[in-house]
């Protein structure tokens, strides 16, 4: 790895930190540096400026990360179990998440068809998979990936519904994830 990259990747991992604790409009190109042991100019050399630093972070993170979860349009139960376990080992990718829907505005409301590419393959297999009865066709496809993801992070700290669990009524992870995947599979 080139003295370059090595520089690129601490500011993307200071930048990682920054974002998910702080969002875009809070983050700070100070404290990325600061905590990236580089050069504050070196940061809008690279990514030319804070939100494309975002873009970047959240790309590598949220982006290429969940499409990194295998896809099975033929078991939804157990994809959802997949993504649960993903975000477990990884909450940042929640809380840049929800930050660019706060910041940027929710970009599932846009046509699939313009759509990230990961999420229009989706829907897509999704549809295969109505048309040759592998799911039910109750809800579209897109209706079905929503729900489905709605529930896969259903215990994420950022929803709001998503209360903690009390001390009466503790869960473990384990119980959570079998949850979920029942309640994907009673959807279906």
């Not at 090595?6 to 190109?29: M, P, S, W, Y």
């Not at 068809?113 to 109750?138: M, N, S, Y």
Request: include cysteine; glycine fraction near 6%.
């Amino acid at each position: 790895m080139s003295r370059a990259d090595a520089t690129k990747a601490r500011i993307l991992q200071a930048a990682t930190d920054e974002f998910a604790t702080h969002g875009i409009a809070g983050a700070r190109v100070d404290r990325i540096a600061k905590a990236a042991a580089a050069n504050k100019n070196l940061i809008y050399i690279y990514f030319c400026s804070k939100d494309q630093l975002f873009d970047a972070v959240f790309d590598a993170h949220v982006t290429h990360g969940l499409d990194s979860v295998p896809f099975t349009p033929d078991d939804l139960p157990e994809y959802a179990g997949r993504i649960f376990d993903y975000c477990q080992k990884r909450p940042e990718v929640i809380r840049l998440a929800t930050w660019h829907r706060l910041e940027r505005g929710d970009s599932h409301d846009r046509d699939p068809a313009v759509a990230a590419p990961a999420r229009h393959a989706k829907l897509e297999a999704l549809a295969v998979a109505q048309r040759e009865g592998g799911i039910g066709t109750g809800f579209s496809p897109a209706a079905l990936l929503t729900f489905v993801l709605s529930i896969a992070l259903a215990w994420n700290p950022t929803n709001a519904t998503g209360m903690p669990a009390s001390t009466i009524e503790a869960e473990s992870i384990d119980d959570r994830r079998r949850a979920i995947v029942a309640a994907v599979r009673r959807l279906l």
